[in-house]
């Protein structure tokens, strides 16, 4: 079956523009995640979502990023005023209910802000 | 300090030999533990997960969790130049809801020469 599906793959915008980046995860899975891979600081947790609520968006860096789900399918991650510093692969996953340990990852993101 | 330490290499070894990839952490709440393999400019593919401590085997690929020292281990047999690639392991403190992000750690960049 598909796996996790992300675009665009790669996004180049100026500083100061918003972005909105999507994720479609494989089918049947109602947990989603977001995380973000950058050289200096890794692979590192932004958001979950169990359906379409959040439980958990403790790693969101800053009120600049945020996400949604609907349906409980697609989700979208917003970051509103790019900075440099969001420059970035931005990786989602998905998985079944209760079993975090098997998250499928999606290809990722490249965002590159200018 | 963070939670999840992995030495990021390089690592370099010979076609055919036994690699160690390994990786230390601190939250004693970790109950599940993950090695992600990931190619470059792709995203990271699960490779093994184990609950808890003790070892488990797929193929070449040897999972090993020792929770009383905080030191897991991944083993590759006869190793392959297709096993060359990042090598990521991640943990998760369980399956309450809230708990169900990931924590990796840096990576360790593995090259097999034919």
């Known amino acids: 079956g598909a796996g996790v599906s992300q675009s665009p793959s790669n996004k180049v915008t100026e500083k100061g523009k918003d972005v909105e980046l999507r994720c479609d995860p494989i089918?049947?899975?109602?947990?989603l995640y977001w995380y973000r891979q950058s050289l200096g600081q890794g692979l590192e947790f932004l958001i979950y979502f169990q359906g379409n609520s959040a439980p958990d968006k403790s790693g969101l860096p800053s009120d600049r990023f945020s996400a949604e789900r609907t349906g409980g399918s697609v989700s979208t991650l917003t970051i509103q005023r790019t900075q440099q510093e969001d420059s970035a692969v931005y990786l989602c996953a998905s998985s079944l209910t209760g079993q975090p340990a098997t998250q499928y990852f999606g290809p990722g993101t490249r965002l590159l802000v200018l | 300090q963070k939670e999840v330490e992995q030495d990021p290499g390089p690592l370099s070894v010979p076609e055919g030999a036994i690699v160690s990839l390994n990786c230390t952490y601190s939250n004693s709440a970790f109950q599940y533990f993950m090695w992600y393999r990931q190619y470059s400019r792709k995203g990271p593919e699960l490779l093994m997960y184990?609950?808890?401590?003790g070892n488990k085997e797929d193929g070449r690929f040897t999972a090993q969790v020792d929770k009383s020292s905080k030191y897991i281990s991944l083993f590759i047999r006869d190793s392959q130049p297709s096993d060359s690639a990042t090598y990521l392991c991640a943990m998760s403190a369980s399956r309450i809801q809230g708990a169900q992000k990931l924590v990796f750690g840096q990576g360790t960049r593995l090259t097999i020469n034919p």
């Open positions: 089918s049947g899975h109602t947990a």
């Open positions: 184990t609950y808890s401590s």
